[in-house]
């Protein structure tokens, strides 16, 4: 049992919620007993994603940081990441009064840059961003529906239908979408309505000076802020990108737990 304890790390309530949720060891199966707690596995892992910080620089009071990175692969690999993330997004929706399937969602990007840790990268011409560009479509509650990685030269409306086909595979009874201005060219809303039978509806700036909230655009945005409350996302730090979805549904999962069961504070 460690000694050290750390904001990041998940409360009793939290783990007895996620814990069913993880894969159980068969009984009369062969092989080597285990030696870590898996508890202790995902408090590295969430600590890891909020703090930032290297994979060797993970505290000595956690699990050996090759045990824990290998194990948050086998888990990725497996699709369990996925499942996790889905099973509390319904609950939280359920929680909120919700259906558990959303019927409208939002979509939008982010463009950060990169490290010289290599993988795919490009030149985002309109921010002036060399690196990956993030795909998101989230519900009305700002939680992710669907996630694609991609490098920062993909035009918005070409990434939009990887990730909007996601999002119907997952949901479909999704009907409508909010986007900005850019999501407006090369006839988008047309093939999206053709292809996904979805509503794709570009809100557009109004024509006056100063601060605008714009009508459910603003939900996508508050999104990428708590994202950014990560350090691990001020830049994409991994070569895969597909680890980097991964690592942005786990800061999701850590966000709903914290929905589901908070933390008592002083």
């Not at 408090?43 to 060797?56: K, N």
């Not at 830049?235 to 800061?251: F, Q």
Request: aromatic share 10%; hydrophobic share 35%.
């Amino acid at each position: 049992m460690r000694q050290q304890h750390y904001s990041s790390d998940l409360t009793d309530e939290q783990w007895n919620l996620i814990r069913p949720l993880l894969p159980r060891r068969r009984p009369g199966k062969p092989g080597r007993p285990a030696e870590v707690d898996r508890r202790d596995i995902l408090d590295a892992i969430f600590y890891l994603v909020r703090t930032g910080c290297q994979w060797r620089q993970l505290p000595h009071d956690f699990p050996p940081w090759g045990t824990v990175s290998s194990q948050l692969h086998r888990w990725r690999v497996s699709g369990l990441w996925d499942r996790i993330h889905n099973t509390l997004h319904e609950r939280v929706r359920r929680d909120q009064g919700r259906n558990a399937k959303p019927s409208a969602g939002i979509i939008d990007t982010q463009s950060v840059k990169t490290t010289e840790v290599g993988g795919p990268k490009g030149f985002d011409a309109g921010k002036k961003v060399k690196g990956r560009k993030r795909h998101l479509v989230v519900d009305t509650l700002g939680l992710l529906i669907a996630l694609v990685v991609q490098p920062a030269d993909v035009q918005d409306y070409d990434g939009a239908r990887e990730v909007i086909g996601q999002a119907k595979e997952r949901f479909p009874r999704l009907k409508r979408l909010w986007a900005d201005s850019r999501y407006g060219c090369n006839d988008l809303p047309t093939r999206v309505l053709a292809a996904f039978w979805i509503i794709l509806e570009v809100v557009s700036r109004p024509f006056r000076s100063g601060f605008v909230v714009l009508k459910w655009r603003w939900v996508v945005e508050r999104t990428f802020g708590w994202l950014g409350r990560c350090r691990r996302f001020s830049k994409d730090y991994e070569r895969n990108p597909r680890v980097s979805e991964t690592l942005i549904r786990i800061a999701m999962i850590g966000l709903m737990l914290r929905r589901l069961c908070p933390k008592e504070t002083a």
